[in-house]
């Protein structure tokens, strides 16, 4: 993976002189630290409300807590905020034929960005693919192609004949300028809390480009020299596929065995079951510069928290989204400081 890097000097300047198109609310207005030269023909994705909490900030002993909302955005999830980049830079150098793998979300947002500018969209879905995505995906007309096997698999077959075909990678994992769309909703969370930081940010981990994403995000503002600190990250997996949970503690992670698909050891939370992690290095390194962890937490405790969004948060969430409330009520409670602050990324609203 490369990192996308800027002269920090100077699009802080920008960002501090109004550089932000006030015309415009989505996450272009952080231009100056994104790789495109201007938006492309998208929807509008970012600027989603960052919504107080107090019913669960009292039950978690904080003075605030505020859900990052990132249901509001086209498709319902934070992954539109990445697609509205790879979508523009496409535009930019004349390609009109994108891919993704997806369990789901990826795919999803992928494929109503491409029917809303009249590109192809092409989608490589592991053969678990539920048929409510399926049916979203041929909503939007994708080219959908079921790979026998799981997301890692749908994963490898992506790329080979994405790169095959010179199509248009959307997988955060090997196009490093996709990260820079997801590390908006760090920039965002600052923006809303007047540009200062909560204490901690919380946010379901799959991948890894979502959390390693927002922890950049938080890192460039500091070198900005317009925020003064960055926030503790908790990542969330799943107890039955937590290889990064794993690689935190400074384990050796046992290598994916077929048995590992079966019985106790899957998860109800697709959207982060991911048993290879392609943004492993990023995210280890985000969580550990902000002093914060990983943990992992079991399907029940992350239906319970699901159920916990919508009856003292009003939120509708996916299953892996409710994952980081689940930890920060059990294995991160301890990155908590009484009274303080935080913010859980919602990463996506429920489907159905
Ligand atoms: C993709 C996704 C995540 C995790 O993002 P990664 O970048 O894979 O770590 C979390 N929650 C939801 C709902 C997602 O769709």
């Not at 955005?73 to 509205?84: C, E």
């Not at 925020?227 to 503690?249: I, M, N, S, Y």
Request: with cysteine; aromatic share 6%.
């Amino acid at each position: 993976m490369l990192d996308v890097l800027y002269d920090y000097k100077r699009a802080g300047q920008l960002l501090r002189a109004g550089g932000r198109d006030a015309a415009r609310r989505d996450l272009f207005r952080f231009l100056p630290v994104l790789p495109v030269a201007g938006p492309g023909p998208v929807m509008p994705a970012g600027a989603t409300p960052l919504v107080q909490a107090p019913r669960l900030a009292a039950r978690l002993g904080l003075r605030a807590l505020y859900l990052k909302d990132e249901s509001r955005n086209p498709t319902g999830v934070l992954k539109d905020r990445a697609t509205a980049i790879a979508v523009s830079m496409a535009a930019a150098m004349g390609r009109r034929d994108l891919y993704c793998a997806s369990a789901g979300n990826a795919a999803i947002s992928l494929a109503g960005f491409c029917a809303h500018a009249g590109f192809a969209c092409h989608v490589f879905v592991p053969a678990t693919a539920g048929p409510e995505q399926l049916a979203w995906l041929r909503r939007y007309t994708a080219d959908v192609r079921v790979v026998d096997g799981s997301y890692d698999d749908a994963y490898d077959e992506a790329e080979r004949v994405g790169l095959d075909r010179a199509w248009y990678s959307r997988n955060c994992a090997f196009n490093p300028y996709l990260v820079e769309g997801k590390k908006t909703a760090a920039l965002e969370i600052a923006e809303q809390l007047g540009w200062s930081v909560p204490d901690v940010v919380a946010a379901p981990v799959g991948d890894g480009c979502t959390l390693g994403a927002i922890g950049k995000g938080f890192r460039e503002l500091v070198e900005m020299g317009i925020t003064a600190r960055t926030p503790r990250l908790v990542g969330a997996q799943a107890a039955a596929v937590q290889p990064l949970v794993t690689r935190h503690l400074g384990q050796r992670p046992a290598p994916p065995s077929s048995k590992q698909t079966t019985g106790a050891q899957t998860t109800r939370a697709h959207s982060i079951a991911v048993r290879r992690p392609r943004n492993a290095l990023r995210v280890l390194a985000e969580v550990a510069a902000s002093e914060g962890t990983l943990v992992a937490v079991a399907d029940d405790r992350i239906a319970e928290a699901q159920v916990l969004l919508e009856r003292e948060g009003g939120i509708a969430a996916e299953l892996a989204s409710a994952a980081s409330l689940a930890a920060l009520l059990g294995p991160a409670a301890e990155m908590l400081p009484e009274g303080g602050t935080a913010v859980i990324v919602v990463t996506a609203g429920r489907r159905t």
